[in-house]
């Protein structure tokens, strides 16, 4: 069985992977698209992985096209014995054994990086060998596996995100506590048009603002709806007026899915930048100019 971090039954979208798993056991990983460290073919973009996402089936093409496979981070049981409370090094000789009956093709192991300096693991993380890789997970070798996101024995140090300053272009309703405030927005970046320059949504963000920012962006969209298409808002955004907000996300890559030709992985709202005009705001060649 493969569940997702929100503990979602995700098996029937990784029948290759699930099919794969040659072990008995529970493994903490993340899914990946391409070719494994193990394999010697290079590993895809997120964007590739979000073919696979969310399917709740996949042809033999699609497996083809978009091969699936899992780097292993940690284990919580070799069999019916449960690892949790022994200390790092021991569980990652347990996942060491694990992996290495596992098909070379669907399962990897996430490498541990030796360094002898905080500047030594510094260059590490700003310079992976893979653009894949977001950073460094830093834990204690004495320390136990603890669920969720654990504070003190373990770190993650991701690399500095990447910004741009985007224009609110939609909006939509949130969920639970934010439901009576637009909180759900889509935003663009400037790109030469027929008739000239046009924002085109380049990414959707939920979260990064305080809830003092909040307020200010629902009363903005309340003040400057200019067409409704169901739940969703269309916000006014013209080179002398709209909503400029800086953007940060920790990456970026070509996709055929959407209109604007790239997708950004985990943008979020960093700053509102009642600053400046929506005609400061980016222009798409320099996300584009980003994509490494």
């Not at 669907?106 to 500047?119: A, H, Q, T």
């Not at 080179?239 to 997708?263: M, Q």
Request: proline letters at 5%; glycine letters at 8%.
């Amino acid at each position: 069985m493969l569940y997702s971090r929100s503990g979602d039954d995700i098996s029937t979208a990784f029948p290759d992977v699930v099919d794969s798993a040659l072990f008995e056991g529970v493994i903490d990983g993340e899914l990946l698209v391409g070719g494994t460290s193990r394999s010697g073919e290079p590993t895809r973009t997120f964007s590739d992985l979000q073919q696979r996402l969310n399917c709740k089936s996949v042809s033999s093409r699609m497996m083809q096209d978009y091969p699936a496979f899992l780097r292993a981070y940690d284990v919580l049981f070799e069999g019916k014995e449960d690892a949790r409370g022994e200390v790092f090094l021991a569980r990652r000789e347990r996942l060491t054994r694990l992996i290495d009956q596992a098909p070379e093709e669907r399962f990897d192991l996430s490498p541990i990086v030796p360094f002898s300096s905080w500047e030594e693991l510094e260059r590490h993380r700003r310079n992976p060998p893979d653009p894949v890789i977001e950073g460094v997970m830093i834990k204690r070798l004495d320390s136990t596996y603890k669920a969720g996101r654990v504070k003190g024995p373990w770190f993650k140090w991701k690399r500095e995100p990447l910004n741009v300053d985007a224009v609110l272009m939609y909006a939509q309703r949130g969920h639970g506590k934010r439901s009576s405030y637009y909180s759900d927005f889509t935003f663009g970046v400037w790109t030469a048009g027929e008739d000239g320059d046009t924002l085109v949504p380049v990414g959707k963000a939920y979260f990064g603002f305080t809830d003092t920012e909040l307020d200010v962006l629902d009363r903005y969209v309340r003040h400057n709806t200019v067409d409704r298409f169901g739940p969703v808002r269309a916000l006014r955004a013209e080179p002398d007026h709209g909503f400029v907000v800086e953007v940060a996300f920790e990456g970026i890559n070509r996709s055929t899915r959407h209109k604007s030709g790239v997708a950004m992985r985990f943008p979020r709202i960093a700053r509102l930048r009642t600053d400046k005009l929506p005609r400061d705001a980016d222009r798409l060649e320099t996300l584009v100019r980003l994509i490494g």
